[in-house]
């Protein structure tokens, strides 16, 4: 239930980008600060629910939202699918840090990781 909850998420925000353009550079100056914003929300998110879906639903519907603003605003912003998915992209990435974990002990640190995707 939880999956097709998140994957009903992403597919409306990919919907919602129909008005946005296509053509901006992957490599556009603001696309760090929509994957840092992704990151973020992706982590916090699959935290808080114990879900990668969840936290990179979470993501896609934050950048979704932000693009649909943008677009109410086209003198003042660029709608996008590239920010669109570096938010995204950025969710998966949190989402996935998730199962990150870092211990230490005595002269060393232990670094772990658990994927799951639940």
């Not at 998420?9 to 760090?32: I, M, Q, V, Y």
């Not at 570096?86 to 230490?104: D, E, I, K, M, P």
């Amino acid at each position: 239930m939880k999956k097709l909850a998140a994957i009903t998420l992403l597919a409306l925000s990919a919907s919602a980008h129909s008005s946005c353009r296509f053509d901006d550079k992957w490599t556009g100056p603001d696309k760090d600060k929509h994957a840092v914003v992704g990151i973020g929300t992706g982590f916090v998110v699959a935290n808080l629910t114990e879900s990668f879906w969840w936290g990179l639903g979470a993501a896609a519907l934050l950048g979704a939202a932000k693009e649909y603003s943008d677009s109410r605003h086209p003198l003042e912003h660029d709608c996008t699918f590239q920010d669109f998915a570096a938010t995204a992209a950025g969710g998966a990435l949190g989402a996935g840090f998730n199962r990150l974990a870092v211990t230490y002990g005595d002269k060393t640190v232990r670094i772990s990781y658990s994927m799951s995707l639940h």
